[in-house]
């Protein structure tokens, strides 16, 4: 693939974007456009990234943005509700979002596809998220447009505000960190620089309307993910598991006084649904060599240039 093939991300001012953007640039690609509609954090990567094109604008509503698909070599499509108290904006931005930029890029004829979409499509989890990345998984599938479709599992790094990185910050902040029950849950928590390397690979080889799990290679149970971040950011918080009921209902007060809150009773039910996930050989596959674990981690709060870059809910 040229360098300087046009990169059409909607959804780019994410995590997943975030890095993504940072690796294009060091793989040599410069005719990038991202778009998203979160101001704070689309300015943040405008403001990294100045030679790229970066639009503010909401994918669910029609209007100049799609123009900029025009001569576009692949759209990678990163757009989607994570968390929420309601339902709506489920379906605006994992479903209808996505009917808008499919009708973008058929308008524009773009040749192939990358969908970012989750675990969870696979899962035992019954949720918002979950019911509507499936149906929005679909609707890539059944576009009739060239596609790769990844499907990751939990995933941390640099500019993370949700999940690992929230519980690391919260774990700073305060000087007893609650567990739920024993806090045996099994994780697979996946690098999302490994991540980026897959897509990036998607991009560029363009297998045809093929479907990938990308699985983080390690498992780790939640409980010693905490006691990693505990060690690898050097703090002296002490660790304090409690009912499983009594964090459930804490996590449902707390919602009650934020109206964005990073972590959810739905993500609690998620967290202990006990889901484990074959490894696919992606490694192999994309010719990407997982980054150990607690070597990610120690990436991720110590990188001199990006660690200090935290996005807004």
Same mark, same amino acid.
């Given at each position: 693939?040229?360098?300087?093939? @046009?990169?059409? $991300?909607?959804?780019?001012?994410?995590?997943?974007?975030? %890095?993504?953007?940072?690796?294009?640039?060091?793989?040599?690609?410069?005719?990038?456009?991202?778009?998203?509609?979160?101001?704070?954090?689309?300015?943040?990567?405008?403001?990294?990234?100045?030679?790229?094109?970066?639009?503010?604008?909401?994918?669910?509503?029609?209007?100049?943005?799609?123009?900029?698909?025009?001569?576009?070599?692949?759209?990678?499509?990163?757009?989607?509700?994570?968390?929420?108290?309601?339902?709506?904006?489920?379906?605006?931005?994992?479903?209808?979002?996505?009917?808008?930029?499919?009708?973008?890029?058929? @308008?524009?004829?773009?040749?192939?596809?990358?969908?970012?979409?989750?675990?969870?499509?696979?899962?035992?989890?019954?949720?918002?998220?979950?019911?509507?990345? @499936?149906?929005?998984?679909?609707?890539?599938?059944?576009?009739?447009? @060239?596609?790769?479709?990844?499907?990751?599992?939990?995933?941390?790094?640099?500019?993370?505000?949700?999940?690992?990185?929230?519980?690391?910050?919260?774990?700073?902040?305060?000087?007893?960190?609650?567990?739920?029950?024993?806090?045996?849950?099994?994780?697979?928590?996946?690098? /999302?620089?490994?991540?980026?390397?897959?897509?990036?690979?998607?991009?560029?080889?363009?297998?045809? %309307?093929? /479907?990938?799990?990308?699985?983080?290679?390690?498992?780790?149970?939640? $409980?010693?993910?905490?006691?990693? $971040?505990?060690?690898?950011?050097?703090?002296?918080? $002490?660790?304090?598991?409690?009912?499983?009921?009594?964090?459930?209902?804490?996590?449902?007060?707390?919602?009650?006084?934020?109206?964005?809150?990073?972590?959810?009773?739905?993500?609690?039910?998620?967290?202990?649904?006990?889901?484990?996930?074959? /490894?696919?050989?992606?490694?192999?596959?994309?010719?990407?060599?997982?980054?150990?674990?607690?070597?990610?981690?120690?990436?991720?709060?110590?990188?001199?240039?990006?660690?200090?870059?935290?996005?807004?809910?």
């Amino acid at each position: 693939m040229d360098k300087n093939s @046009k990169i059409v $991300i909607p959804g780019a001012a994410g995590l997943v974007g975030q %890095n993504l953007i940072v690796m294009l640039k060091e793989q040599g690609y410069k005719n990038i456009v991202a778009i998203d509609k979160h101001e704070h954090n689309t300015e943040m990567l405008r403001n990294l990234h100045p030679e790229i094109t970066v639009i503010l604008a909401d994918l669910a509503e029609p209007g100049e943005w799609m123009d900029s698909f025009s001569g576009a070599e692949v759209l990678i499509m990163l757009q989607a509700q994570i968390t929420s108290k309601t339902s709506e904006p489920f379906v605006r931005n994992n479903i209808v979002a996505t009917e808008v930029i499919l009708n973008a890029a058929q @308008k524009y004829r773009v040749p192939y596809i990358v969908h970012i979409s989750s675990s969870v499509v696979v899962s035992v989890a019954d949720d918002d998220y979950t019911n509507t990345k @499936k149906a929005q998984e679909e609707l890539v599938v059944n576009s009739g447009f @060239k596609y790769c479709v990844v499907r990751p599992t939990l995933m941390f790094g640099w500019f993370d505000k949700k999940h690992l990185g929230w519980l690391s910050r919260f774990m700073k902040w305060v000087p007893v960190f609650p567990i739920p029950g024993d806090g045996k849950y099994l994780r697979q928590p996946l690098y /999302v620089r490994d991540f980026c390397a897959v897509i990036i690979k998607a991009m560029e080889r363009k297998p045809e %309307n093929k /479907v990938y799990d990308i699985t983080g290679v390690e498992n780790v149970d939640y $409980i010693d993910i905490i006691r990693t $971040i505990k060690r690898v950011k050097k703090l002296n918080t $002490i660790i304090l598991n409690i009912p499983y009921s009594l964090f459930y209902y804490l996590l449902k007060i707390y919602a009650i006084f934020s109206s964005k809150p990073p972590f959810t009773a739905d993500q609690l039910k998620a967290l202990t649904a006990g889901d484990t996930f074959t /490894v696919y050989p992606w490694g192999e596959e994309f010719g990407v060599t997982p980054t150990p674990f607690e070597a990610a981690m120690h990436e991720t709060h110590h990188h001199p240039a990006y660690s200090k870059y935290i996005l807004k809910p």
